[in-house]
């Protein structure tokens, strides 16, 4: 599409105009904001960009495997794998504040990147995937007066800390402009139509206390979930979905014994821009084979609940 082909032209411009012959890193998370800003930016500059993949311990299933795979199969990017699960994981100890858990990752990647940053010779800008609704909602929300619903790790505080410059290339665009610049610079369709990922990544769909059992459950549940999406043919309708691990453990029945496992949430929206959403209306069917699935397939679930809260008065994620 023109439109999108000369948005890309004027953004390359911009990037070139603003850069320079110095570095940039980039934080690569592996959704979609981040590696089209990241193509977009390779393109402008080549290899002045080194990305830097942060696996907080907080991705899903094989995620960190596939992001690394597909950017090293499809694009020369330089491009570091920073297992960093012990250092987040750690500092969530004990934590069960969601602004506290936020706001603790946010700090870490400051750390982490500072690290690398520090590693790349040289480096004056720090390139983020930060979308127009991102900048919005972290102002204000819904027209109303100036109040912070969730501090977006992506958002704000980080650069000045580092002594890096922002560069960021998408901050005027809405998710689908996102999705068509990246089929214009060439990522692969399953990539592009991925569903979005917060930065704080299963953090926040681990309400109270993250505890790496929690976490390696709610994987599970969540690619059980997924497949099923898949399998039905919905996933291309669906904004995001996921499961949430919810924190308390119910009493059933499996067999003849007694089971006193954690319940869980599983959460699908439609939405346009992630700014308001409704939940998807799954049939019965569809609802009920996926809880049998995810309790007989996952080690530690014995309860599932579908949360039919639109946005607002809820938020998609559940903290
Ligand atoms: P909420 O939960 O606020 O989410 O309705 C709206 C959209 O934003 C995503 N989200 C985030 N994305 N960093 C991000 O990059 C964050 O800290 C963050 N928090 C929420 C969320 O997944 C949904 O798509």
Redesign the pocket.
Same mark, same amino acid.
């Given at each position: 599409d023109w439109t999108m082909a000369s948005y890309k032209d004027e953004a390359i411009r911009k990037i070139r105009e603003q850069v320079g012959d110095r570095k940039v890193i980039c934080g690569l %998370?592996g +959704?979609v904001?981040s590696s089209v800003a990241a193509v977009l930016i390779h393109e402008a500059i080549g290899d002045q960009l080194t990305c830097v993949f942060v696996d907080h311990g907080l991705l899903r299933l094989n995620e960190a495997d596939e992001v690394v795979a597909m950017f090293r199969d499809n694009y020369n990017i330089p491009l570091i794998h920073a297992d960093e699960a012990d250092l987040f994981l750690g500092a969530l100890e004990g934590v069960s504040d969601p602004e506290v858990k936020?706001k603790t990752i946010g700090r870490l990647f400051i750390d982490v990147f500072q690290k690398y940053a520090g590693e790349i010779d040289g480096a004056e800008f720090l390139a983020q995937?930060t979308l127009y609704?991102?900048v919005i909602?972290s102002v204000s929300f819904s027209g109303g007066p100036s109040v912070t !619903?969730?501090?977006?790790?992506?958002v704000g505080g980080l650069p000045e800390k580092m002594g890096l410059k922002l560069v960021e290339p998408l901050r005027e665009l809405f998710k689908d402009e996102v999705r068509a610049l990246g089929r214009e610079l060439g990522l692969p369709d399953k990539f592009i139509g991925r569903h979005?990922?917060?930065?704080?990544g299963l953090a !926040?769909r681990c309400p109270g206390e993250i505890t790496r059992d929690k976490l390696e459950i709610l994987r599970k549940a969540d690619a059980v979930f997924i497949d099923q999406i898949r399998k039905h043919n919905l996933y291309d309708e669906i $904004?995001?979905a996921f499961v949430a691990i919810l924190p308390v453990r119910t009493v059933g029945v499996m067999g003849d014994g007694r089971t006193y496992d954690y319940a869980c949430a599983l959460r699908a929206v439609t %939405?346009v821009d992630?700014?308001t959403?409704d939940y998807y209306p799954f049939t019965h069917e569809f609802l009920g084979e996926t809880a049998t699935r995810i309790i007989n397939e996952v080690k530690g679930i014995n309860r599932c609940t579908y949360d039919i809260t639109s946005?607002p008065p +809820?938020? !998609?994620? $559940?903290?």
């Open positions: %998370s +959704g904001d936020r995937g609704p991102d909602e !619903i969730k501090s977006h790790h992506n979005p990922f917060p930065g704080p !926040i $904004w995001q %939405s992630g700014m959403a946005k +809820g938020t !998609i994620e $559940w903290e």
